[in-house]
Nanobody
């Protein structure tokens, strides 16, 4: 079993920055793909960043150039650096880990961006 715990959420003014962390514990593996999702009220859950076991990253256009996902396998931690935040970025952000035969989710952390 893998446990994921997000931290770093909070409130920030538009144009500001925030860094989220996701600490993994349990039966972790560097081979897992790690992801950040977000869900805003009334909207579908959206993948905002993904990083492969090899370190390859992908982002949707909505956050490309503003968000950066990274991982520190030695610390079993994945990060999401968010810059130039917009009000549309307001959502609960969830850490996600994809293993070969299981999917794990964190509890989520709230990010609120005020205009």
């Amino acid at each position: 079993q893998v446990q994921l715990v997000e931290s770093g959420g909070g409130s920030v003014q538009a144009g500001g920055s925030l860094t989220l962390s996701c600490a993994a514990s349990g039966s972790t593996s560097s081979r897992m793909r790690m992801n950040w999702y977000r869900q805003a009220p009334g909207k579908q859950r959206e993948l905002v960043a993904t990083i492969s076991s090899a370190g390859t990253t992908q982002y949707p256009d909505s956050v490309k150039g503003r968000f950066t996902i990274s991982r520190d396998n030695a610390k079993n931690t994945v990060y999401l650096q968010m810059n130039n935040l917009k009000s549309d970025d307001t959502a609960i952000y969830y850490c996600n880990a994809l293993a070969s035969a299981a999917v794990y989710w964190g509890q989520g952390t709230q990010v609120t961006v005020s205009s």
